[in-house]
């Protein structure tokens, strides 16, 4: 009997271009470790890795649906319970004609089914520069162009309105915010947002507006959604339960679309379409929607409160020694600080990794300004945990830099 040909399958184009630089460390991080070398892991935002628990009255909310039966589908957009929720807090937040409000499977699932929606081959979406790497990977799938606009670093990390205009051109579909930052923890003045959505208006752009960290502002700051700026502009806020709910497992994150209604009607339509198609959100999960968004939010502060000790010793030793300087993140859990040394950010992590098992992310894998070099830091580990890796860091970047 002859022997089958075995033939490697090859994978479809549209998966080269995809990278995530914040899991990609991740695999040579796995190998050091196996040498039982010590690892101090700055590098996912994941609140529940450290100290932080997800509130009681959350989980409670999850384990009584579980006991009611609620584990069947729910609608493809979400339980009621949880769009209401979704819906009035958003309204609490000053965004006005909301004409849709669904649930998925984390903001991430939001992001790709917006994106999807919208985009055709060939047409671009502009992205902050640093900014969430999900962004640039789901619009290589799509065969778009992920178009990089870069945030000023010397105005702390603010977007400037001047050089999006001149990255706009006839296929520009869309505009991304990341308001609070990630990776940069800048929080977006209420000026700047008014340009950016003039802007947008002028040019017949959708606004994407990632507002995951808006709950952990930790300076005297206000925090504004862009949509509420003009209930008329078309404009897709995005928010969830992973970050300032302390529940990133749980996936649970949602879209809120708010403006003029003969403008985003098709466009909402195709939403919809996907949303059915893919069925539905963890039905048990939604039902601590409502208990999040109405319930008791002192965790909230606590959390805050942690997180502010952590950010103030993150950015004073981040600026205690030549070669490396920091803007003071005013919110989130990320730090990007800026390298002055030889060679690549993406090798000096590496070298972190191997010789004193302290696990970052290069900046380059967040997107920065040419010529500069970056890292991305999480100050979500305990003091004693920070304080122990930012002197490895910083012994190993005065190496770096032959003193």
């Not at 690892?39 to 935002?45: F, V």
């Amino acid at each position: 009997m002859k022997e089958p040909h075995l033939a490697a399958i090859r994978p479809a184009r549209r998966t080269e271009g995809i990278t995530y630089a914040v899991r990609d460390v991740v695999a040579l991080a796995q190998e050091v470790a196996k040498t039982g070398q010590e690892m101090l892991y700055l590098n996912i935002g994941d609140p529940n890795q450290y100290d932080f628990e997800t509130p009681p009255h959350l989980i409670e909310a999850v384990i009584k649906a579980m006991r009611d039966n609620r584990n069947g589908y729910s609608p493809s957009a979400g339980i009621a319970p949880a769009v209401r929720a979704i819906s009035e807090e958003a309204g609490r937040n000053g965004i006005r004609n909301i004409r849709d409000v669904f649930i998925t499977s984390g903001g991430s699932e939001a992001i790709e089914l917006c994106l999807t929606a919208l985009v055709e081959r060939g047409d671009n979406v502009l992205i902050p520069y640093p900014g969430y790497p999900l962004y640039e990977a789901v619009l290589a799938k799509l065969e778009a162009e992920a178009r990089p606009y870069f945030l000023d670093e010397e105005r702390g990390w603010q977007p400037d309105a001047d050089d999006i205009r001149g990255r706009i051109d006839g296929r520009t579909r869309a505009l991304v915010l990341i308001n609070p930052n990630n990776p940069t923890g800048a929080v977006y003045s209420p000026d700047i947002l008014r340009r950016l959505l003039a802007l947008a208006a002028e040019r017949g752009l959708v606004v994407f507006s990632d507002e995951i960290y808006d709950r952990m502002i930790l300076d005297g700051v206000r925090h504004c959604s862009i949509a509420s700026l003009d209930p008329e502009a078309p404009v897709i806020t995005f928010n969830g339960l992973s970050k300032g709910f302390l529940a990133p497992g749980w996936r649970i994150g949602w879209g809120v679309a708010s403006g003029n209604a003969a403008v985003l009607g098709p466009y909402l339509a195709a939403i919809n379409k996907l949303l059915r198609a893919r069925l539905c959100a963890s039905h048990p999960m939604q039902h601590a929607v409502a208990a999040a968004l109405d319930g008791e939010k002192a965790f909230a502060e606590r959390t805050r409160d942690k997180l502010r000790r952590r950010r103030d010793i993150t950015h004073e030793l981040l600026n205690s020694v030549p070669g490396i300087s920091c803007v003071k993140p005013a919110a989130a859990f990320y730090a990007f600080p800026r390298l002055d040394i030889p060679g690549s950010d993406e090798d000096f992590v590496k070298s972190l990794i191997r010789e004193i098992g302290v696990v970052t992310v290069h900046g380059s894998g967040f997107g920065q300004k040419p010529g500069t070099k970056h890292l991305r830091v999480v100050f979500l580990p305990p003091e004693a945990v920070l304080r122990k890796a930012y002197a490895g860091l910083l012994e190993r970047l005065q190496a770096c830099r032959g003193r």
